[in-house]
């Protein structure tokens, strides 16, 4: 099988509107290449001080005591798995409405993921997840889908009933609240990914998770770099999952000089696509809610003739894209798992209806304004 992502990145420029910003986000390239210089000439490559500087303002971002960086966002939930120590023959509990890497990390850590539908925001059903406990379950992960926070206090509430764990797949969600504190920071452990397409990112992969547990952060420190407590003891034969001080440069420079401006316009744009398409019957909005602070990793919609709409906005110049057409349960990789079409009816809707539209904080109100009008114009012609 070949690399099909050079091929996605070059159809993907054909787009006036696009969901891929790094070309407006990175013009201050030469600034970072300049700060990468040192990093070169002190030879700091793996887990050098830059990222001890990353760990730190993560913490004090998720507002938690400890941050441990890692090689991506799905090292960081397959790790975290890890440190609570998930094996073979748990269960993890976790929404049928995900990408592929929170269920890809269940199954690496040795787990068996049990899915959980979801609701209409996107996020698991809180209500459905004691019926899926069972005495193997060990773990229960939320997704913060989007960007949008779950519903902690009811999940906790579940975890502590059943002392079970709670990590959050905190991926979208830098920045994220859920009743004024900050996603990350709202159970045992929180994973974020600097994916080049995530809210904070970095030039390649990159991840890091976060923790109030001391005790956690000492066994995640180890997992990370081969068990090691220094160059000559090896505490238990572990993983190779190090954050490069390269992208450790990247990210600390998304954080002090973008990060807010990043969260603040992409939740202006959101927003004022919401007020621009409340009134299309045709297409439905997420309802906003005082309790979170959404981050709008994407921005959501459920649309009728979605596939139709895509395309009719795809050919006047907009990314319209689908995350993602076919739940966790229904992929080929699920079948041994014994799921059926039917089993999650809310997470299949879903999945046969949403559509994502550019968010980031290069698009401008005339883009949005252009979206939301080849929208309409959609839906009155058709």
């Given at each position: 099988?070949?690399?099909?992502?050079?091929?996605?990145?070059?159809?993907?420029?054909?787009?006036?509107?696009?969901?891929?910003?790094?070309?407006?986000?990175?013009?201050?390239?030469?600034?970072?290449?300049?700060?990468?210089?040192?990093?070169?000439?002190?030879?700091?490559?793996?887990?050098?001080?830059?990222?001890?500087?990353?760990?730190?303002?993560?913490?004090?971002?998720?507002?938690?005591?400890?941050?441990?960086?890692?090689?991506?966002?799905?090292?960081?939930?397959?790790?975290?798995?890890?440190?609570?120590?998930?094996?073979?023959?748990?269960?993890?509990?976790?929404?049928?409405?995900?990408?592929?890497?929170?269920?890809?990390?269940?199954?690496?850590?040795?787990?068996?993921?049990?899915?959980?539908?979801?609701?209409?925001?996107?996020?698991?059903?809180?209500?459905?997840?004691?019926?899926?406990?069972?005495?193997?379950t060990?773990?229960?992960?939320?997704?913060?889908?989007?960007?949008?926070?779950?519903?902690?206090?009811?999940?906790?509430?579940?975890?502590?009933?059943?002392?079970?764990?709670?990590?959050?797949d905190?991926?979208?969600?830098?920045?994220?609240?859920?009743?004024?504190?900050?996603?990350g920071?709202?159970?045992?452990?929180?994973?974020?990914?600097?994916?080049?397409?995530?809210?904070?990112?970095?030039?390649?992969?990159?991840?890091?998770?976060?923790?109030?547990?001391?005790?956690?952060?000492?066994?995640?420190?180890?997992?990370?770099?081969?068990?090691?407590?220094n160059r000559?003891?090896?505490?238990?034969?572990?993983?190779?999952?190090?954050?490069?001080?390269?992208?450790?440069?990247?990210?600390?420079?998304?954080?002090?000089n973008?990060?807010?401006?990043?969260?603040?316009?992409?939740?202006?744009?959101?927003?004022?696509?919401?007020?621009?398409?409340?009134?299309?019957?045709?297409?439905?909005?997420?309802?906003?809610?005082?309790?979170?602070?959404e981050?709008?990793?994407?921005?959501?919609?459920?649309?009728?003739?979605?596939?139709?709409?895509?395309?009719?906005?795809?050919?006047?110049?907009?990314?319209?894209?689908?995350?993602?057409?076919?739940?966790?349960?229904?992929?080929?990789?699920?079948?041994?798992?014994?799921?059926?079409?039917?089993?999650?009816?809310?997470?299949?809707?879903?999945?046969?209806?949403?559509?994502?539209?550019?968010?980031?904080?290069?698009?401008?109100?005339?883009?949005?304004?252009?979206?939301?009008?080849?929208?309409?114009?959609?839906?009155?012609?058709?």
């Amino acid at each position: 099988m070949k690399n099909f992502y050079p091929q996605q990145y070059k159809a993907d420029e054909v787009f006036k509107i696009n969901h891929n910003y790094l070309s407006e986000q990175f013009t201050d390239c030469d600034e970072i290449l300049e700060k990468i210089k040192s990093i070169v000439k002190d030879n700091d490559f793996t887990l050098g001080s830059t990222v001890d500087e990353v760990e730190k303002l993560i913490a004090k971002e998720a507002d938690t005591k400890n941050a441990i960086a890692v090689g991506s966002g799905t090292d960081a939930l397959m790790l975290s798995l890890k440190a609570l120590g998930v094996d073979k023959g748990d269960e993890v509990i976790t929404t049928s409405y995900t990408f592929y890497a929170t269920i890809g990390a269940i199954v690496t850590a040795g787990a068996t993921p049990v899915f959980c539908d979801c609701r209409e925001d996107y996020n698991i059903d809180y209500s459905k997840i004691i019926e899926k406990i069972t005495p193997r379950t060990k773990v229960i992960m939320p997704v913060h889908w989007a960007g949008r926070a779950c519903n902690m206090e009811k999940i906790n509430e579940v975890a502590t009933e059943h002392n079970l764990k709670v990590i959050e797949d905190a991926c979208h969600a830098l920045q994220g609240e859920y009743k004024n504190k900050r996603c990350g920071g709202l159970s045992d452990i929180g994973c974020f990914s600097f994916h080049p397409l995530k809210n904070l990112n970095v030039w390649g992969d990159g991840g890091i998770i976060t923790t109030n547990s001391d005790i956690l952060s000492e066994k995640l420190r180890l997992l990370r770099n081969h068990g090691l407590r220094n160059r000559d003891i090896c505490e238990e034969f572990a993983y190779n999952s190090r954050l490069d001080t390269i992208q450790a440069v990247v990210a600390k420079h998304v954080l002090e000089n973008k990060l807010e401006n990043i969260t603040k316009k992409r939740i202006e744009n959101a927003h004022y696509y919401d007020l621009i398409l409340k009134d299309i019957l045709e297409i439905k909005t997420l309802e906003r809610s005082k309790d979170i602070k959404e981050v709008f990793h994407l921005y959501l919609l459920q649309a009728k003739r979605r596939d139709m709409l895509a395309k009719h906005l795809q050919s006047n110049g907009v990314d319209a894209k689908v995350h993602y057409p076919v739940p966790m349960h229904l992929q080929p990789a699920a079948r041994k798992y014994r799921y059926s079409k039917g089993d999650f009816p809310v997470s299949e809707n879903l999945a046969e209806n949403t559509i994502s539209l550019p968010v980031h904080e290069f698009i401008t109100n005339e883009q949005i304004e252009y979206t939301c009008n080849l929208i309409r114009d959609f839906y009155s012609k058709s």
